[in-house]
């Protein structure tokens, strides 16, 4: 309850700490006293989530939205969606950290894969798109096309273990936990654990080398787990005191 978002804040500090806060059984809309759904509700504009050029907000905007479950704002989950969908690339199908038009714009693996898991997970909690189906689709094709070499998923033709991780919570969400290119995806993960200290390696650039990472293994384990970014749905109802009789009894 001490790692509130500081002022200013943007709107993926609140979706980070939304997916937290309910996947470890919280409630997101008072948690230490505060609606972390109203305040990301507040970088709403113009129909999508902060930053106009930035399609990373919208992303974990509406994973982090689905993820509060009903007390966050169907119209809001609505236009997210169908912004999203706009903006993804009419050419590869691959989604980017920027919005197409904007500074420093190109698809990548990992959006892509966040991408997919907003998309599936709008889709499973009933919203929807004249699009939606065709832009999963398009998505995992985007994948299935950019698989390097030894099974991973990176940059610049070199696998890392971020970005497979990300698309290997896709391929969960996806129900392609048994295909070939799901096998080979995490084949290549878990070569990637430190045979030391047991954590997952992430290069370093101060250092010049790989070393354990704590966020990086923490993705593995959620993608190794057959999971994806959304561990649970917010449900107020679990956690509303139950009401009693005159008894005492619970009714």
């Not at 699009?131 to 940059?155: E, F, M």
């Not at 896709?170 to 200290?197: C, E, G, P, R």
Request: hydrophobic share 35%; glycine share 10%.
């Amino acid at each position: 309850t001490s790692n509130i978002p500081s002022e200013p804040s943007a709107a993926t500090d609140w979706e980070t700490r939304i997916l937290s806060i309910v996947a470890t059984g919280g409630d997101p809309t008072n948690y230490g006293g505060i609606n972390y759904v109203s305040r990301l509700e507040s970088f709403f504009n113009n129909n999508q989530l902060g930053d106009e050029c930035s399609l990373n907000d919208d992303i974990f905007g509406l994973l982090a939205e689905v993820a509060a479950g009903p007390t966050s704002s169907t119209q809001i989950k609505q236009f997210v969606l169908s912004f999203l969908i706009s903006k993804q690339d009419p050419t590869d199908g691959g989604f980017g950290y920027s919005a197409p038009g904007c500074l420093y714009y190109s698809t990548s693996a990992d959006m892509t894969g966040a991408a997919i898991q907003a998309l599936v997970a709008a889709k499973q909690n009933n919203l929807t798109d004249s699009n939606l189906d065709s832009s999963i689709d398009r998505a995992k094709n985007y994948l299935l096309t950019n698989q390097d070499g030894d099974g991973g998923y990176g940059y610049y033709g070199s696998s890392d273990t971020d970005t497979t991780g990300w698309v290997l919570m896709a391929f969960n969400i996806l129900d392609m936990k048994d295909a070939t290119v799901s096998a080979n995806t995490k084949n290549w993960l878990i070569s990637q654990q430190s045979k030391d200290d047991g954590g997952f390696l992430a290069f370093d650039y101060g250092l010049n080398k790989s070393v354990s990472n704590s966020t990086t293994t923490a993705q593995a384990v959620i993608a190794l787990s057959g999971k994806s970014w959304i561990l649970k749905i917010f449900d107020p109802i679990t956690i509303m005191p139950t009401p009693t009789t005159g008894s005492g009894n619970p009714t």
